[in-house]
């Protein structure tokens, strides 16, 4: 009895495991067709291709969200920089070498002048007063002010104190006294800043005060009575400034001892 084989009417699972080319596995139903048993399979892996292409996506738009992050944080950090605080630091920075300019200029003793020079040094000493309580105040502190206030502080006291001993209107021992007594104080701060930091006392910014006011009026050619007076409120500037300094030596020791004993302190719990 002739009959249809099994193999030709599809009842053999290996003709349907058997590719066109004999290879094991590949699917043998012609274009339209679908097994259903592979079809679930043919899903899931095109569902699993999707979500790994979804995944890299995100990972991607994720890294590049993350990089994006960092720069956009990275400029407000820099534009942070420029704030009103920093700006009047840097006003006294450029006020520097046009004071000297005016100061010395036209021999150094035109009244006009000095009167110029005065007004750059004024300008300097009332943006000092304001730049670090503003940005006490707005939160405006950065590093750039952290470093660069002290140092203008310094440079336009020291060029206004250096001028007037050059000029021979101002001895010397003044400007030694005054500069060494900044400088030294400044070097003390960061000796004793791993024990904590010297926080400035109402004496020293009644020095800084009063060496402005006396440093000005030296700055003008005064004559007279005033000329009388700026000679003491000078004398008053360098006795506070002296005054200052040992008051400060005096809590850096502290501040020092104080720290050397914390530590010990805290080394004896350690081993206990």
């Avoid at 590719?19 to 899931?44: F, I, K, L, M």
């Avoid at 400007?175 to 006392?201: D, K, N, Q």
């Amino acid at each position: 009895m002739t009959g249809v084989p099994a193999s030709a009417a599809g009842g053999s699972s290996s003709a349907r495991r058997t590719g066109p080319r004999g290879t094991p596995g590949a699917a043998q139903e012609p274009a339209g067709r679908t097994n259903p048993g592979s079809a679930v399979d043919w899903g899931t892996a095109e569902r699993g291709a999707t979500d790994r292409g979804s995944t890299e996506r995100g990972s991607t738009e994720g890294g590049a969200a993350g990089r994006g992050g960092k720069i956009a944080a990275a400029a407000v950090n820099q534009a942070s920089v420029w704030n009103v605080a920093n700006l009047l630091t840097m006003l006294r920075l450029l006020l520097v070498p046009a004071f000297v300019a005016l100061m010395l200029g036209n021999g150094g003793y035109d009244p006009a002048w000095r009167s110029f020079a005065w007004a750059a040094f004024a300008i300097a000493m009332i943006t000092d007063l304001f730049d670090g309580h503003l940005a006490r105040t707005y939160n405006l502190v950065t590093d750039f002010g952290k470093i660069a206030d002290p140092i203008a502080d310094k440079a336009i006291m020291g060029a206004a104190l250096i001028c007037l001993s050059a000029l021979g209107d101002l001895p010397w021992w003044v400007t030694a006294v005054i500069l060494g007594r900044e400088l030294g104080i400044t070097v003390l701060r960061f000796v004793v800043i791993r024990y904590g930091v010297i926080p400035a006392s109402r004496g020293g910014k009644l020095k800084t005060l009063t060496q402005g006011i006396a440093v000005g009026m030296y700055v003008l050619a005064l004559t007279g009575p005033l000329a009388t007076l700026r000679f003491w409120v000078m004398a008053a500037a360098v006795v506070l400034t002296v005054a200052t300094g040992l008051d400060y030596v005096k809590q850096a020791i502290v501040l020092r001892r104080r720290g050397i004993a914390e530590r010990r302190a805290a080394l004896k719990e350690t081993e206990a």
